[in-house]
T-cell receptor, first 115, second 108 residues
Framework: DGGITQSPKYLFRKEGQNVTLSCEQN?????MYWYRQDPGQGLRLIYY???????QKGDIAEGYSVSREKKESFPLTVTSAQKNPTAFYLC??????????????FGPGTRLTVL | KQEVTQIPAALSVPEGENLVLNCSFT??????LQWFRQDPGKGLTSLLL?????REQTSGRLNASLDKSSGRSTLYIAASQPGDSATYLC???????FGAGTRLTVKP
């Protein structure tokens, strides 16, 4: 059953704590993305990766970090430097820009709450 | 920098009505336009993707069009049902730019 999985579904962070959100895909996609969604707003790009061992900052990368050591995995770490991390985090993947049909597919999301 | 806008933010219609959702973008050199559905607390489900060389795509009761010269895309939903109630987002996914969505309510 192909798709994108995100874990955990809910995550609670204490002040000064780093947390890591998991994203795994078995679609054999080259590109992966992390977005943040706040209530009533569209998605904002945090980081994206077009290929293994390479990633680029999006519009709101400050306070976040990522790695892309495997094609299937793109974990996102929310650091203590991110002052307002409470949001819904969505991971996506796509075949990549080399494909003319570069459709994005999304995981179920992780809701992060700061205590 | 591509900007994507969706108006209205919310729409309520009676069951059975045909409706159109609007999406505007600022850069006519758009590579593709993708429409998504999002249910409360869930991820996005891809509905249709229109490549820049295409003018429309159809899937069941859904039809999406793309007019690059006017900077507009529309999602047409025929014979709406209560199960269509959700937020619909459009995106220039090559630019990774999303609209804020239109929250659709279909009343029985």
């Amino acid at each position: 059953d192909g798709g994108i999985t995100q874990s955990p579904k809910y995550l609670f962070r204490k002040e000064g704590q780093n947390v890591t959100l998991s994203c795994e895909q078995n679609l054999n996609h080259d590109a992966m993305y992390w977005y943040r969604q706040d209530p009533g707003q569209g998605l904002r790009l945090i980081y994206y990766s077009q290929i293994v061992n390479d990633f680029q900052k999006g519009d709101i990368a400050e306070g976040y970090s990522v790695s892309r050591e495997k094609k299937e995995s793109f974990p996102l770490t929310v650091t203590s430097a991110q002052k307002n991390p409470t949001a819904f985090y969505l991971c996506a993947s796509s075949p990549g820009r080399r494909s003319s049909y570069n459709e994005q597919f999304f995981g179920p999301g992780t809701r992060l709450t700061v205590l | 920098k591509q900007e994507v806008t969706q108006i209205p933010a919310a729409l309520s219609v009676p069951e059975g009505e045909n409706l159109v959702l609007n999406c505007s973008f600022t850069d006519s050199a758009i590579y593709n336009l993708q429409w998504f559905r999002q249910d409360p607390g869930k991820g996005l489900t891809s509905l249709l993707l229109i490549q820049s060389s295409q003018r429309e795509q159809t899937s069941g009761r859904l039809n999406a069009s793309l007019d690059k010269s006017s900077g507009r895309s529309t999602l047409y939903i025929a014979a709406s049902q209560p199960g269509d109630s959700a937020t619909y987002l459009c995106a220039s996914t090559h630019d990774m730019r999303f609209g804020a969505g239109t929250r659709l309510t279909v009343k029985p």
